[in-house]
């Protein structure tokens, strides 16, 4: 399932818009859409104020950016679709093999047709992110990322092992914009296993 939404006046601004992605945690995922919009106010990247990010991409005369959001049946974490976790069988542990989802190449599929068929998106200027399960979301799909097709990425609390990151994944994503977010306080994603041994390397 997928939700996207269109800054107003985006057709008459004469120019071509970013593309702001977002990918949800564990607990939204299902064939409800409004359960991964709704789970974390993801609708506050379509408003228009001070503190939220559309005012950033409102420049020379831009309309702002795009968002789409794009759900999983399950999680983003599940490696067979069958809604159960990858990494159950290592217990919590690295084991220095990459990580997978079963979703990823739907996932690319969903982005490159919204993409393709919206020629007012700027190619240049895709963005992609998300919490926790999405967070992990956007780290596997920027190792997968070859062709440069994000601009930057931010992932929230992300959920991608740095221990199954080997040097050779890790060269393809050293120079690419990344904004690491985390809380100190995550039990659940602990940041001293996920995204600051990560970030340190």
């Not at 991964?36 to 309309?63: I, M, P, R, W």
């Not at 929230?156 to 393809?172: E, F, R, T, V």
Request: proline letters at 3%; glycine letters at 10%; charged letters at 20%.
């Amino acid at each position: 399932s997928r939700a996207s939404w269109k800054p107003q006046g985006a057709e008459n601004d004469n120019q071509k818009n970013p593309l702001v992605i977002w990918l949800h945690g564990g607990g939204e995922g299902g064939t409800d859409i409004d359960i991964a919009l709704l789970g974390n106010e993801v609708t506050a990247l379509t408003s228009d104020n001070s503190t939220n990010v559309q005012h950033y991409f409102k420049t020379g005369g831009s309309a702002g950016a795009y968002v789409l959001a794009v759900q999983s049946p399950t999680m983003w974490m599940d490696s067979e679709g069958n809604g159960d976790y990858g990494d159950n069988s290592a217990n919590g542990n690295a084991t220095g093999e990459a990580q997978t989802s079963y979703y990823t190449e739907a996932l690319w599929q969903a982005i490159n047709d919204y993409v393709d068929n919206n020629d007012d998106i700027d190619k240049d200027r895709i963005y992609i992110g998300g919490c926790s399960n999405g967070g992990y979301m956007t780290m596997n799909l920027l190792l997968e990322d070859e062709e440069d097709f994000f601009a930057a990425a931010y992932p929230i609390c992300q959920g991608y092992k740095s221990g199954n990151i080997s040097d050779d994944m890790l060269a393809k994503i050293k120079d690419k914009n990344i904004w690491f977010l985390l809380s100190e306080e995550d039990r659940t994603l602990k940041p001293d296993m996920y995204t600051l041994p990560l970030y340190k390397r």
